[in-house]
């Protein structure tokens, strides 16, 4: 039998769970806002609107503390890349996603205490958590504070560009968070990932 091992302290599993709920949220009241007429009656644009800027600010909030316990806690050593070999594991990963695992070739890179997550693993959340967040991030407070942003950029609206850069990045969080529900299923069975994000234990 394999060793148990505590991978995701308390602090990780609440801000995960948070992070993933407002997530949620926003993704349904921006694609609301989208979509819905203005004097909609299913979800009001303005209900939604109101929704999406509480939710953003709590997420703010959470992200905050995820970097700064992150920072300061053994959690953020899995997110720090070592470059040196890091392109020949990332291709063995991806070879092991692409054919190995449906030959039942053992994980190239097993879960340990020094190595929660795999190469590819890495590169997604790294990507997803210090480059499109903090990004959408700063486009949505744009957005909120209008009069910080810049009123025109290379000709064009600067909420418009705004707006546009903040719509693309909630793209491909959104294909971000679609490819990480199907890999969290990859794991010793599809549901033991969920199961460590709720106990802690791998
Ligand atoms: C319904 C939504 C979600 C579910 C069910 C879910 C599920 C999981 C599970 C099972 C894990 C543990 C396995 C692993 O480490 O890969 C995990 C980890 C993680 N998820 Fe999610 N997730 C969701 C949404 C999100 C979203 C929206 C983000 C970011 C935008 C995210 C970012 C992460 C990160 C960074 C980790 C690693 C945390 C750490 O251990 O430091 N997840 N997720």
């Known amino acids: 039998m394999e060793e148990k091992i505590y991978l995701y ?5 609440v801000w995960h769970w948070l992070n993933a709920l407002l997530f949620f949220l926003l ?18 644009f303005n209900f939604s609107v ?34 040196k070999g890091y392109g020949r594991d990332l291709w063995k990963q991806i070879k092991f996603y692409s054919w190995g695992i449906f030959e ?3 994980h190239p890179f097993p879960v340990t205490k020094e190595r929660k997550f795999n190469p590819l ?17 700063i486009t949505g407070l744009g957005l909120m504070f209008p009069e ?14 705004t707006d546009l850069f903040h719509q693309f990045l909630g793209f491909f969080l959104t294909i971000f968070w679609l490819i990480h529900l199907y890999f969290c299923t990859v794991g010793k069975t599809a549901t033991s990932n969920f199961k460590s994000m709720i106990d802690g234990w791998h």
């Open 50 to 83: 109101t929704i999406h800027n509480i939710c953003g600010i709590i997420l703010v909030i959470n992200f905050l503390f995820f970097a700064f316990a992150n920072r300061f806690t053994w959690n953020g050593k899995y997110y720090k890349i070592q470059l």
């Open 27 to 44: 993704v349904f009241t921006g694609l609301s806002m989208q979509y819905a007429a203005k004097d909609s009656h299913l979800i009001p």
């Open 121 to 137: 693993q890495q590169l997604s959340y790294v990507i997803a958590m210090y480059l499109l967040l903090p990004l959408i991030i």
């Open 148 to 161: 910080l942003t810049l009123t025109v950029l290379f000709g064009k609206s600067g909420i418009w560009l």
């Open 104 to 106: 039942k070739e053992p």
């Open 9 to 13: 302290p308390v602090w990780v599993r």
